[in-house]
């Protein structure tokens, strides 16, 4: 196996939206040991379609490699054909009830943002449908969809607590939203809608984020989920590669210093360009960022060796706010959560009497092994 510094570097390029002409004509190439220590990261990351994608016509690939990774883009590709399905149904139904919706990430973003239905694996199926639509359209995929509800969530915890609903169908999840942050950021449900526009994919007439605002929301997502895995910096990557000419840089920082977002989101497309080679301005990819590279540390060394502990983490990575009181905000809240995050936390019906033990052993579990799918709660 290489140096682990080499390793390293070439797990990242290969993650790559596309690989630049500096690699493709020679840059190093992973060996044997290297392989066997990329495979499972790329599964673990959710980039084993970009990987394959970046490497199949090497001829220094081996075989059993070639196979491996050939295997994750179909996997990958069957299962996006399916959720493709699936999300043009509910598109279609929201339509004919006329409520207004913008798919998100996924599928979608797999074929309209990288152009392959096999690179960018889909788990949940995510809409947005502004607050007032929100009951109608959880009615209308409850009757005509044959959505129901996840139990054990309270709607009123979610509502007070989160920023989407959760829906299941046979294998299918649905993620109904309202805004697209929570916690750590006010933003009004409306601002996610300003500047939105009409783009034709699958034959449909669909609504997408402002490029600016798709940034947000993938930056955001991104923390939340303490920076992992991996193929969520990707879609980063791949946003900036995408729309980049389209992006106002300038807006963008203007909205992210409203919303004191600022210093994360700088952070992340530092991150995006040093990692994966995203394409930014050049005055964000040298400005100064404090703390850049202790931070960036934490955030690879989660890619390369998985997270555990997110509380602690996520504790750390408070210190991109924008401010010192919304640093020993965020703190003060992961201590002691209001009751609704509490409960979602710790899966606790609303009306539970070891609410108020888990209030008293929170300080405690947060310092142990802590593997909730949502990182970020």
Not at 127 to 135: R, S
Request: net charge negative.
């Amino acid at each position: 196996m290489s140096e682990p510094a080499l390793f390293e570097q070439l797990f990242f390029q290969l993650s790559r939206p596309e690989l630049n002409r500096g690699m493709q004509e020679g840059t190093a190439v992973p060996n044997e040991g290297d392989w066997a220590a990329i495979l499972p990261l790329a599964t673990s990351n959710g980039v084993a379609g970009f990987i394959y994608r970046n490497t199949k016509e090497l001829d220094a690939l081996p075989e059993d490699v070639r196979t491996a990774l050939q295997d994750g883009y179909r996997r990958t590709t069957f299962r996006n054909l399916d959720q493709l399905g699936e999300t043009v149904k509910i598109l279609k139904i929201l339509a004919a009830n006329r409520i207004k919706a913008i798919p998100l990430k996924g599928v979608v973003a797999s074929e309209m943002i990288f152009d392959d239905l096999g690179v960018y694996p889909s788990s949940d199926i995510d809409i947005l449908v502004h607050p007032e639509d929100l009951d109608d359209a959880k009615q209308v995929l409850q009757a005509q969809a044959g959505y129901s509800s996840v139990p054990g969530r309270s709607e009123e915890d979610l509502q007070g607590a989160h920023y989407h609903y959760i829906l299941h169908k046979n294998q299918y999840l649905l993620e109904l939203h309202w805004n697209l942050t929570k916690r750590y950021f006010k933003v009004e449900p409306e601002f996610w809608w300003q500047g939105s526009r009409t783009v034709e994919w699958r034959g449909l007439e669909i609504l997408e984020l402002a490029p600016e605002k798709y940034l947000m929301y993938a930056v955001f997502r991104l923390f939340d989920h303490c920076f992992y895995p991996l193929r969520f910096l990707v879609l980063i990557a791949g946003l900036v590669e995408r729309y980049g000419s389209e992006i106002c840089w300038d807006r963008l920082l203007e909205d992210c210093s409203r919303l004191n977002m600022r210093r994360l989101v700088i952070f992340t497309l530092q991150l995006a360009h040093e990692l994966l080679a995203a394409e930014i301005p050049a005055e964000l990819a040298e400005r100064h960022s404090p703390g850049y590279s202790g931070l960036k540390k934490l955030c690879r060394s989660g890619m390369l060796h998985g997270i555990e502990r997110q509380h602690l983490r996520m504790m750390c990575y408070t210190a991109l706010l924008d401010s010192p009181a919304a640093v020993a905000a965020a703190l003060f809240g992961r201590l002691i959560p209001d009751r609704g995050e509490l409960c979602l936390r710790y899966n606790l019906p609303s009306d539970s009497p070891q609410i108020f033990l888990y209030y008293l052993m929170n300080p405690v579990l947060l310092f142990l092994k802590h593997t909730d799918k949502d990182a970020g709660q």
